[in-house]
């Protein structure tokens, strides 16, 4: 059973769930969306010029990022978010990330 | 009209709008948003003028329909404050969408709202269509006799919405309450703010330090328990009502319920009604009376939640009832007071009262005592087991068929 599984047993019931449509703050780090995902983007760290246009666009913040000599660069996907949508392929000028089949 | 039962305040004379724009300073809500319409038009140009004034601190937000009325409500009560509005009529319906949005997130809103009828064709004159219309909307609904119960209502109100957290809707009847000016004993400010007391939400949305989300979407998963909480939340709202009324009784003076009864201990018929019409209906029951005849009133006072249960109780020796309603759900079958007493009465297992439904005064048609003296003569034909099948069909009350 994944976090977000766990998190909706604890609120089953009329009684237990908040009144009012409220959803406490934070709850999609809890939803994997990894496993909406067809095609998963391959990001390659020879090619990458760090210029963070993938991070920028990525809807689900999934693009990872460190700190390294004062300078913050890629340092891959987050696949547990990543819903595949090609998004950072698609506007990485220098082809560093391609998609490639899930099951591949 | 109530006479006042206790010198704690001061006697002005006043008209529904009047009473409900001087109840809405004395609370002085954090936020009102509000578009014009007759005849609820005053309340809240009233108001602003008190905004204007710098008599209230209020922010008064003048918008461009009730449609933004409502969400500028709904916003400000969802943001953390008391948020005010008023309306009528088109104003109601045009606020519709808006309307399950403010119960649907629970937020303590209450709403001045005339009686007035909806279009076409259009007529700005009383009845009851508009709020019976939103009957099912999650909102508690409070209707009004006199310009007393309308200030009474307000007042009240304030602390229904705040303690059931749902919205509630304070109404009166366009023109006969809204335009007529009656006396009215009204109360100084710092009593009915320390009635009312502060407000504090225990969440809302500008609590940064306890951030959430407000208004997500909600599938099969869990849509159907949030509206069972609504549901749950309109039955327990019965006792809530009732114990504030009780302590508005301690600090004011005069009483309320659920319904008032009007002599109604040693009844053997009864007439249901709601609104403004029940002074008339009152007159007719004293002359009535004076004759010996042993007819009663129940006045609904709160619609939704809809006291089945104690009026179920009270009608169960009646043996001939007339529903009055103000308000024709063109349904083919009756109207929304009628389904609401019968349904009531048959599931407590009470059969024996005969039942018969009337619809009158839409458009601000008139309704007079010798009206309400023929219901009395149907009503003892049909106890007397002579007029059966009169209670097959909706009758029209001043109707030329």
Aim: hydrophobic share 40%; aromatic share 8%; proline share 3%.
């Amino acid at each position: 059973m994944d976090k977000y599984n766990e998190k909706k047993d604890k609120y089953t019931t009329a009684t237990t769930i908040p009144i009012g449509d409220i959803v406490e703050a934070g709850t999609a780090s809890t939803f994997c969306t990894g496993n909406w995902r067809s095609r998963k983007p391959i990001w390659n760290n020879t090619k990458c010029i760090n210029c963070l246009i993938c991070w920028i666009y990525c809807p689900d913040s999934s693009i990872k990022l460190i700190s390294k000599s004062n300078k913050t660069i890629v340092s891959g996907i987050n696949y547990t978010y990543c819903k595949g949508c090609g998004i950072c392929a698609n506007v990485c000028n220098i082809k560093a990330i391609v998609m490639e089949e899930e099951n591949k | 009209m109530i006479r006042p039962l206790s010198s704690k305040g001061k006697l002005v004379a006043k008209t529904g709008n009047e009473i409900a724009a001087e109840a809405m300073r004395q609370i002085e809500p954090d936020v009102v948003a509000a578009y014009p319409i007759t005849p609820a038009t005053e309340i809240v140009q009233i108001f602003s003028q008190f905004v204007a004034d710098g008599i209230v601190k209020s922010k008064y937000i003048a918008v461009e329909s009730e449609h933004s009325a409502m969400s500028a409500t709904i916003a400000a009560s969802a943001a953390g404050v008391r948020a005010m509005t008023g309306t009528s009529s088109q104003g109601l319906c045009f606020m519709w969408e808006m309307l399950y949005i403010a119960s649907g997130l629970r937020l303590p809103i209450v709403m001045v709202a005339v009686n007035r009828a909806i279009s076409a064709p259009i007529n700005i004159h009383c009845d009851h269509s508009d709020t019976m219309g939103a009957r099912d909307s999650g909102w508690i609904q409070i209707y009004s006799e006199s310009v007393q119960e309308v200030y009474d209502n307000i007042i009240q109100a304030v602390r229904i919405a705040e303690q059931t957290k749902l919205p509630v809707l304070v109404t009166m009847d366009g023109f006969i309450i809204s335009h007529c000016m009656e006396l009215v004993e009204v109360y100084n400010d710092d009593a009915v703010k320390s009635f009312i007391g502060e407000y504090t939400p225990e969440r809302y949305l500008l609590d940064i330090k306890n951030p959430y989300t407000l208004g997500s979407l909600d599938l099969q998963n869990y849509y159907f328990e949030h509206k069972y909480q609504i549901a749950k939340a309109m039955i327990d709202a019965q006792t809530t009502i009732v114990n504030i009324a009780n302590e508005f009784t301690k600090c004011f003076g005069r009483s309320y319920n659920l319904y008032e009864k009007y002599m109604m201990d040693d009844a053997d018929m009864a007439i249901v009604i709601i609104g403004s019409a029940a002074g008339t209906v009152k007159m007719a029951i004293n002359e009535l009376r004076s004759q010996n005849i042993k007819i009663g009133l129940i006045k609904i006072r709160v619609y939704r939640p809809f006291p089945k249960d104690n009026i179920a109780i009270d009608l169960a020796n009646i043996k001939s009832i007339a529903v009055l309603d103000r308000s024709d759900s063109c349904s083919g079958a009756f109207s929304p007071i009628y389904s609401d007493i019968v349904s009531s009465l048959y599931s407590e297992g009470i059969t024996t009262p005969k039942i018969i439904s009337y619809v009158y005064g839409l458009g601000g048609r008139e309704i007079t005592i010798e009206h309400i003296k023929n219901i009395y003569k149907t009503l003892n034909q049909i106890m007397l087991g002579k007029d059966q099948k009169d209670c097959s069909i909706v009758h029209y009350i001043n109707l030329r068929k």
